[in-house]
């Protein structure tokens, strides 16, 4: 089917929110993407208010865009990092389910994307696209937390630096499942159970010659 290529990036990009939503800790929730000197601009969305946001978001993209209901609340019961996690880990399970099952002709049906028509392919595009724009501030917000980050595409600053410099691509958790397991424990961080990185080293993460 041709638009395999779709769903195997979705079942990825489900992964990398998880992830990423992994490498804060508890008590990074409130933190906005504000100077000390403002810290009532709310502007920036917080940590919280950004898996809200991708629960809720993608909740509604999938039910009236695109026909999937996965019949579960978008948000948890107590608005927690690891109950985000473990909710939002559900529920695009389910929708990935669903669309293992569609044929080629339910992804080029048109369908209406707000205020246009768009194909079911391009609106799961589109999605993926949302999501991953809203990871990047999340990855922006760990660097200002002074957090380490593991990977997420391929090599970070932590893992080794650049990919020509030959730096390892090293994910916190060999899979979604032990992802979960761990973070259930509380600080896995703490606890040792992510994969260890690299010492930090002081060269520039540039592509410059």
């Not at 508890?26 to 993407?33: E, F, G, K, N, T």
């Not at 389910?97 to 994307?113: C, G, I, M, Q, Y």
């Not at 768009?118 to 002074?146: C, D, E, K, N, Y």
């Not at 979960?180 to 961080?189: F, Q, S, V, Y």
Request: hydrophobic share 35%.
């Amino acid at each position: 089917m041709k638009y395999n290529f779709l769903i195997d990036t979705y079942a990825t990009e489900r992964v990398k929110v998880v992830s990423v939503w992994s490498m804060f800790r508890d008590d990074d929730l409130r933190v906005r993407p504000n100077p000390p000197s403002n810290p009532d601009d709310a502007r920036g969305r917080s940590v919280h208010e950004q898996m809200v946001h991708q629960c809720v978001s993608e909740d509604f993209w999938f039910r009236t865009i695109l026909g999937i209901d996965v019949s579960a609340p978008p948000l948890p019961a107590q608005e927690t990092r690891w109950e985000f996690m473990a909710r939002y880990a559900e529920d695009s399970a389910r929708r990935l389910a669903v669309l293992r099952t569609a044929a080629e002709p339910w992804w080029e049906e048109v369908v209406s994307f707000f205020n246009v028509r768009r194909s079911r392919a391009w609106v799961i595009t589109r999605r993926m696209t949302h999501t991953a724009q809203h990871r990047g501030q999340l990855l922006a917000m760990l660097r200002m937390l002074g957090h380490d980050l593991h990977s997420t595409y391929g090599p970070t600053a932590d893992t080794g630096g650049l990919m020509q410099n030959h730096a390892p691509t090293i994910y916190a958790y060999p899979s979604l499942e032990a992802l979960l397991h761990a973070e259930k424990d509380g600080d896995a961080e703490a606890n040792g159970k992510k994969s260890a990185l690299p010492p930090r080293s002081d060269g520039p993460v540039t592509e410059r010659p």
